[in-house]
Structures are given as C-alpha cells and as structure tokens.
C-alpha cells in the first residue's frame, strides 16, 4: 500500500502548520532570546519595544496566571528566564505584534543589562563541579572488576560523540485560537499534543479539558518536537489567553538552530578486557552526557544510553555509569536513538581499540560476541536474538571476504586514495523505557454509508504511521483502505497520549485500531450471520463483501453497516492498548523493560581522499530484522533515511559552541548536512524475515530509530581507510569524523617514548 499522504504531498496541498487558513486579527510572535549563557539578570526594558506602531503586546514571566515551569521530568526550566539566564537563546521576552516583521524589529528595541556569570559547555567540568541534573545512573551485571584480572587483554580509552541539529524541513511553531467559554484551539507541530495540552494549562492555570491541540501532521520530529513543541504552543496560548486574539509563531530557521535543543552530546571513558580467543569478558564505561541547561528529557535519554551500552553483544561483567550533566548550553533533548546511539558508539570505539592494537579485523571481535537468544542483558531481560542471523546473512549476501580483498588490492595499488570497511551490528530495544508510556488509544466511527473515520494517539511526521494505521483497519474489518480516512491528531478525540517517539507509534496506536475494529467485528458478525442464515463462526469479510466459509456472498459491507443502523448497533468504538509483559525495577536497574528487540547488520565501504580529506560512501549493505513488514516501501524508506541521518550525525554534521556557550553553527551555511552526493552510492537492503512470535503489530518490528544507528559504521569504516594510509595514526575516536578531523588524522602519529 503506498503512503496515503503521497497525492497531496507531490501536488503541495498537504498541510502543515504554516498553511493553515489564518483568521481575520491573527497576530504574530517572535522570542527575545537572551544574548549571553549565563548571567544574573539586572534589568529589562521592554518599553521602547511595546510602543512601536504594530505591536500588541509584550510578555514576559510577570504574565504567567499559572507557573513559569515547564520541565517534564525534573522541574527545573522556567518558560521565560526571571532573574537569571541558562542559556544563550533562553527566551527572556515575547513579542506579540501584526506581522513577523514588526515582531522582530521590535525584539531590537528590547534592552538588557546583565550581571555575567561563568559559562560551562563542557559535561566533565561540570561534573567536576558536582552540576549534576539528577543522580549518577548504574547499570551492572557480573563482577567487572574481577573480571579484568581474568583477561589477557585490556584497552581503555575515551570516545567522544557531538551533538546533531534535527534539522526538520518544517520548524517548530504553534497557532493559537480563542474559543467561546474561556477554551483555546491550538494548532501545534508537535509529536506530543498531550505535553503541549498539559503544559499550557500548568502555565496558565487552567484545567486541561479547555485546551483542543490539533495536529495534521509534522514536518519532520526526530525527537526534536517530543518536548520541545511545547514552548512555542505556550507562548501562542499565552498571548491569545490575554489578547483573546488568534496568535501564530512559526519559527524561522536561524531562531529554531539557537533557541531548540539537539541531541546530547557525550564525552565517555570505556574499559575493555578480552580472553585470549577476543571474547568480551569485561566492559566498564561511563558516560558524561551534555543535558544543557535543564533536563528536559535527558534523564531519559541518558537511560537508553545504558540500556544500549553493550550494543549488539552479549558481555558477562559490565559496569556502565552515565552522568547527566548540566551546562550552560540549550537544553538538549530527544533525538532519533535517544542516547542509545551515544551508548553504542562507545562500545564500537572500544572494540576499535582493542583491533587496532591486537592487528584482528573488529569484525573478528565482534562476531564472537555477538548476543544469543537467552543471554542476559545487563538489566536483566533475556535476549530474544536474531543478531548472528542478521551478520551471517549479510556475510553470505555481501561477501565481505571478497569485499576484504577487493579493498586489500585497491589499497596495495594506490597511494592517495584509500578505502575501509566496517561491518555494524545494532541492537535496539523496543518501548519506552519509563513503562507508563506503552499505552495508546484508538477511535473508530464508521458511518452510515459503510465509510470510515479513524483516530489514533499517532502523529504522523512523514514516517508513515497514519498509512499503517488505515491498514491495520482495513485488514480487520476487510474493507478497502480508500473508504478508511484518518483524522487529525487531537486531544478531544484521544486523550493521555503518549508522544510519537521511541519506534513504538505504530504498535502501540496500530495495537489500539485492531482492538477497536475487532469489537465492531464482534457485533458485525452476528448480524451478517443472521442475515445469510449461517453460522458466526463461517463468517469473514473480505475486500468489502461478506463470505460464508470460502463462498462470497451477496451481502455488501456497505448493505450490512446500513443494516446494523437500523437495529441499532453500536458502529463505533474507543479502544485502549498497553503493552503487556513490560517492567522495570529503577531500585535495582533489572527488569524486562523492551517488548522485543530489532537487530540488524550494516557493511559500509569508504574511499577516501588522502590529499584533501574528502570521501565517498561507495555502499552499505543492510540485513534488517522487520520481523513480516507490513509495508516494505514505507519501512525502506525509514532505513534509508534512518541511515543518512546517521551517517551525516557520524561524518559532517558538526555543532560548534564557542566558550562563551554561542552557538557558532546557527546556519545551513556552517552547518553541514548530508545531500545527494554525501549519501552512499549504492544501498542495498534485505528484509530478513523472521518468524519468531514478538509483540509488533501483525509481526511487523518497529523500524523508526535503529537504522539511523547503521550510520556508525560510517565513522568505522573511514577511519580504517585513514588507518590504511597511516597505522601510526592516533586519530581520536571522536565523531563526527569531518575531512577536517580525516585530514589532521592522516598526518598525526602515534607518539613514541622518543618523541
Ligand atoms: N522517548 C521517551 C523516546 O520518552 N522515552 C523513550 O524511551 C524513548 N526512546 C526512544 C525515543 N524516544
Ligand atoms: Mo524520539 S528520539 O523517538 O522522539
């Protein structure tokens, strides 16, 4: 079935937040952000501002009716900064005027002066500092310690991962429209209405059922619009609260790149210890996350990056400790992975290491420790494992052999260009791991002409849950999906939903649908049973026409809905989903905190350019577990953008800070990201199927995160092929591996005791 928004997005007629309709009085806003990192605030003139010609109104904390506080997990980030400022970009003031232009004139006018306070960027100094957001996170299994003096060899080190701008097509923004009776309509870009709902009515004091969010769909999440799409709808709610005028904020690129958080960066130390035939007998890490000025969902964010600290490998002793730290840069938050990939990059850099320095191919090490099924995870589910399946597949697919030689001879022949290989496992657990957040709900109506009208918890973001949403529905009632449309997302339809995010969207509100249509089913069938004089337990419908045992019948589904009108049964249903199984013990870090695992296996192979640093991607080669893909394009088309996003995060996208906490990359023109010609030439993808029983919808594996974690292997392989022009190189394991770092790392040797 092909994507469902495919006509009016090639035609220009899909409709994101900047193209709604506006009203007759819309008014426009536009942050005042502060202009240092940290500082005490001494004063704030706003006066000059407020008096231009065109401008409304001028907010700032003294206008909050409700508290000035929006943090999610910890309550420590005030919505508009009062007598301090975090962050360069804090939003200090709002204006609220007729245009955008007069807006952001009249941020101009706004003066303030400032009292300057140290600046921290960096995690480690702040935990030096004691800065920590909230306690140091242990998971442990085995006894690593013990462990090391087992081992014949040990490798210890420091990998570093940069952040990564989302970089949606579409930036945040939100519109606001007063209601009758004190209730607001507001339009957000966001993965989670819910937050947007529950934070505007913290903020304003106000119960939650006056606030309708409405969301058709995103330009692009990535995590990115998990929690941070909710400032802009405040901002937009707060002024209509006031000025009961409709207000709009769409943010332009440049205020999105310094005023929204990215993915965290982390700077970590690992410890690896092998037997003597390279099997992981210890790991220790720890992990200095860069949260920003205030948790927002780093907390979260920092357990997944535990959660995935061993990657795809069955390790026996680990000790992995990750501190959440607090800087004065912006809050960072979500990103596709959620600090899983932050997780795995270290492990990946310490096989590296141990590689490098024992002269084995990491894939050697790799394979051997590669995760059984009924192996123990460090917190404590039992593996349900397909990793070997997926590597022996892309073994036998891919030759890697040959690949190996074929790069051997290309590297023996020439000078100036080079070329690496890497191969990439991942391993990714499915849910959220706060377990409250695997629930979901659905909504059906079918109408009186058999025509059907389908809500879900689900955003859609350009990934395609709606199109698996309508096909869950068609394929339990049997009716065709052109007679099934899907609404907006909106929290008068379905209440408490979680955000889109963590892969799980698509099971957790497509669980919800087949729960749902199959209860209309259950009063359908009797119907169509009594109508045709047969048996419940004969009946099927399929492709909208009713079957008794094999026989197709005369009863249409349009007939029967008709039908079921008229005697009065229910053709609507509200349906409710939580996934079983799932726990977790926070207290002692052990639990079975994933409905299942997706693994995989990436092959990329690099050339690179040894005089000017520059390089190609010549291919990656993927064996996915989708489990039974329930829509293969949809799910190639999250690979592909999964694993160009990673790799852009690996190679060029670089966020710069200078040390005063100013971001330096604010624009598209020093920020760097990938484009047709940075993606791999060649992508290949097998679909392995699997058929072990997992919680997925129809079997079909969540497949929004992990493939982005494929882009590892991009760092890996390029810097093989640095190693190929130069073993002595002591390039750091530092990503992303920018020709800026490629070309400094060619150069650089190792230093000897003589130097
Ligand atoms: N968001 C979240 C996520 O709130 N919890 C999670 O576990 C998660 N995992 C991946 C991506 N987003
Ligand atoms: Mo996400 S990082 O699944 O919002």
């Known amino acids: 079935m092909i994507n469902i928004d495919t006509h009016t997005h090639v035609r220009g007629e899909s409709i994101y937040l900047d193209d709604i309709t506006e009203l007759q009085g819309t008014l426009y806003a536009a942050v005042y952000g502060a202009p240092v990192a940290h500082a005490k605030i001494i004063s704030l003139q706003i006066e000059e501002a407020a008096a231009m010609p065109g401008v409304h109104r001028i907010f700032t904390y003294k206008d909050i009716p409700g508290i000035n506080q929006i943090g999610g997990i910890v309550a420590d980030e005030p919505l508009f900064a009062h007598n301090e400022i975090h962050f360069n970009g804090m939003p200090i003031a709002l204006v609220v005027a007729e245009s955008v232009e007069i807006a952001q004139s009249a941020i101009k006018k706004i003066k303030l002066e400032t009292e300057a306070l140290p600046v921290i960027t960096d995690p480690r100094v702040a935990k030096e500092k004691g800065l920590l957001i909230t306690p ?44 009758e009776d004190g209730s607001f309509k507001i339009y957000s ?50 002024a209509t609260f006031h000025l009961k005028k409709p207000v709009k904020y769409s943010l332009h690129r440049m205020e999105d790149m310094r005023m929204t958080g990215k993915r965290n960066p982390y700077s970590s130390d690992f410890k690896i210890g092998l037997t003597e035939d390279l099997k992981i007998l210890a790991y220790e890490a720890s992990f200095y996350q860069n949260a920003g000025a205030s948790a927002d969902l780093s907390p979260a964010v920092l357990e997944r990056t535990l959660f995935h600290s061993t990657n795809s490998y069955h390790v026996p002793n680990v000790t992995a400790t990750a501190y959440c730290c607090r800087t004065n840069l912006v809050p960072n938050t979500a990103f596709r992975g959620f600090g899983g990939p932050q997780g795995m990059f270290v492990i990946e850099a310490a096989i590296a290491k141990a590689a490098e320095s024992l002269q084995v191919p990491a894939s050697e090490i ?66 959220f791991t706060k377990i409250f957040m695997n629930q979901a709900r659905a909504l059906i109506h079918v109408y009186q002409d058999g025509s059907i009208k389908l809500s879900t918890g689900a955003v859609e973001m350009g990934q395609g849950v709606n199109t698996k949403m309508v096909q869950v529905a068609a394929m339990v009632l049997g009716v065709k999906p052109i007679h099934i449309k899907i609404a907006s997302t909106n929290t008068y339809r379905i209440a408490n939903t979680s955000p889109s995010a963590a892969s799980a969207t698509a099971d957790l509100n497509g669980k919800a649908v087949e729960m749902a249509c199959n209860a209309i089913m259950e009063r359908l069938i009797p119907l169509a049973a009594e109508i045709l004089k047969a048996e419940p337990s004969e009946i099927s419908i399929v492709d909208e026409w009713v079957y008794i045992k094999d026989l197709k019948s005369t009863l249409h589904w349009k007939t029967l809905i008709a039908e ?35 693994y995989g296996t990436a092959i990329t192979t690099v050339t690179l350019d040894c005089i000017r640093g520059t390089y190609e991607i010549d291919a990656v080669d993927i064996v996915h577990d989708f489990g039974q ?94 190693l190929a022009f130069n073993p002595q190189s002591s390039i750091a394991l530092s990503a992303p591996i920018t020709p800026e770092k490629v070309l400094m790392g060619l150069y650089l040797k190792k230093p000897t005791l003589n130097d």
């Open 564 to 598: 079921a009108y008229l005697k009065r049964i229910g053709l609507s249903e509200h349906s409710h989903y939580a996934t079983p199984v799932i726990n977790f013990n926070a207290s002692i870090e052990k639990g079975h905190p994933f409905a299942y695992h997706v």
């Open 629 to 722: 893909s329930m829509n293969p394009t949809i799910d190639l088309g999250q690979i592909e953008g999964g694993l160009v996003q990673g790799i852009g995060w690996m190679t060029m996208e670089e966020i710069v800070f200078d040390d005063e906490g100013k971001l330096r990359s604010n624009a598209l023109s020093t920020y760097k990201v990938p484009d047709i010609y940075s993606v791999p030439k060649k992508v290949n993808t097998h679909f392995l199927k699997t058929d072990q029983e997992n919680m997925a919808i129809f079997r079909s594996k969540a497949v929004g995160e992990p493939p982005l974690m494929y882009g590892i292997g991009s760092y890996f392989a390029l810097r093989n092929a640095v």
């Open 189 to 238: 870009s966001t993965q989670g209405p819910t937050a947007v709902q529950r934070h505007i009515a913290e903020v304003l004091s106000l119960p939650m059922h006056r606030f309708e969010v409405d969301t058709t769909r995103l330009g692009g999440g990535f995590g990115g619009k998990e929690d941070q799409a909710t400032v802009w709808a405040i901002f937009c709610a707060l």
């Open 366 to 431: 790799q394979y051997k420790n590669l995760v059984k099924t009924g192996d123990e995870f460090p917190y404590g589910q039992i593996a349900e494992s397909e990793a070997i399946a997926c590597w022996n597949k892309a073994d036998e697919l891919y030759d890697v052999k040959k690949k190996r030689k074929e790069i051997e001879d290309f590297n023996a022949t020439h000078t100036q260009l080079k070329k690496g290989i890497s191969l990439m496992p991942i391993c990714f657990g499915i849910s």
């Open 136 to 179: 140091p996170r242990t998971f442990k299994i085995g006894d690593s310690e013990n462990a090391f003096a087992k081992c014949k060899y040990i490798f210890e080190g420091v990998a570093e991962t940069n952040g990564q701008e989302h970089l949606y097509i579409e930036t945040q923004g939100a519109y606001a429209i007063p209601l």
